[in-house]
């Protein structure tokens, strides 16, 4: 008889998480695992999860990224109702909502395997002390009724163990991963440009996030700020959207450097915006391990981050790429700007990055997770 797996996830946006949830869904053997969807019913990967073959899908209307007690509360009941009809042998969750209400929907229902993915944690150092105390606290209470914990990068792994959520060793490591290949394929470059309203002869600079808190996007327009008065052959673009864009539009304008930056919004076609990119930069304040750093390095990019987290597991400094701390404008523009000003380097630091990138691809961490649903049956 198949395995019932059901994996749960707050809401299907543009983003790592949700990329390598829908992944999994995708590759995992249909003749062994009998495979569900838990999800909110908005985001962008609503219709990709939609037409899904040989996955049930399930669409939970309360089921939100904000706190909201009474919405949370009916999600609990709903993910409860669901797991004792359906009787999975393994809930699988992501994201910090969903873990939390779907690990504790899963144990009252006796589902009897339950596996939780960190891509990051709930609590951070950019949070009111008593909202970090909670989160942590839930986190830590929760992990005891977790069968298995999966990191998506050593630097998530240690800080957990160093918190108390779990303890040394007991979980498993899968990278936030991409489907390499998609990235690797060859295709011209420099096409969309034009549609853009780029200058074909300039240096584009992109981020590709979503535009929330964590991402820091403000940041990007202040580096970009910084580099345009030394360099004037370069174009900023950035790729995503989220509740942060009146603010972005308005630093953009505060700045006054509106004709040298684009947003670009969504984007279906990743691989082909890389493919328009000279540089990539991302100004996160805490991550797991995001995606767009193995993108870029299959897209043979130069990368520009900050500092956290697991970026330093893709990112060698001075090797294919540069890091800052957070908030570090001044360091992150001048590593823009030499950039910018030596094409060698950026060639050099792309090809290091490619050199690397099969560590990150999705079959590696799909196989690593199979292991440990197989030691838990």
């Known amino acids: 008889m198949k395995k019932k797996i059901f994996h749960v996830i707050t809401k299907l946006e543009l983003g790592g998480a949700q990329e390598v949830t829908l992944m999994t869904l995708e590759r995992l053997p249909r003749e062994q695992y009998e495979l569900a969807l838990i999800t909110g019913p908005e985001g962008l990967l609503v219709d990709r999860a939609s037409n899904m073959p040989d996955v049930h899908k399930f669409w939970i209307d309360s089921l939100v990224r904000e706190v909201r007690p009474h919405k949370d509360l009916l999600s609990f009941l709903k993910l409860f109702s669901l797991f004792r009809r359906e009787r999975p042998t393994v809930v699988h969750t992501h994201s910090s909502k969903a873990g939390i209400l779907g690990r504790w929907a899963a144990k009252l229902a006796g589902v009897p395997i339950i596996f939780h993915t960190v891509h990051g944690f709930s609590f951070h150092d950019y949070q009111p002390l008593p909202a970090r105390k909670v989160y942590l606290w839930l986190e830590r209470i929760t992990t005891k009724i977790t069968t298995k914990t999966v990191v998506v990068s050593f630097a998530n792994a240690e800080k957990g163990e160093k918190s108390g959520v779990f303890t040394r060793r007991d979980w498993v490591l899968c990278r936030d991963a991409i489907a390499i290949d998609r990235f690797l394929a060859s295709g011209p470059r420099r ?187």
Request: glycine share 8%; aromatic share 6%.
């Open 191 to 377: 096409t969309k440009l034009q549609q853009w309203g780029i200058d074909n002869a300039k240096v584009v600079i992109g981020m590709v996030a979503c535009f929330k808190p964590q991402k820091s996007p403000t940041d990007f327009i202040d580096v970009a700020a910084r580099v345009l008065p030394e360099c004037n052959n370069v174009h900023f673009v950035m790729a995503g959207d989220g509740e942060l864009r009146p603010s972005i539009e308005a630093r953009i304008e505060e700045h006054g450097i509106g004709g040298h930056v684009t947003l670009l919004g969504w984007q279906d076609d990743m691989p082909e915006v890389y493919r328009n990119l000279d540089i990539v930069v991302l100004t996160s304040l805490w991550e797991g391990l995001p995606c767009v750093f193995s993108e870029a390095m299959a897209s043979e990019l130069p990368i520009v981050a900050t500092n956290v987290d697991g970026a330093r597991e893709a990112i060698n400094d001075g090797e294919n790429g540069y890091l800052h701390e957070p908030h570090d404008i001044e360091g992150m523009a001048r590593s823009v700007i030499e950039l910018v000003r030596n094409p060698e380097l950026r060639r050099n630091m792309g090809s290091k990055g490619k050199a690397r990138v099969a560590e990150f691809d999705i079959s590696t961490s799909i196989t690593r997770l199979e292991e440990a649903y197989r030691q838990c049956f």
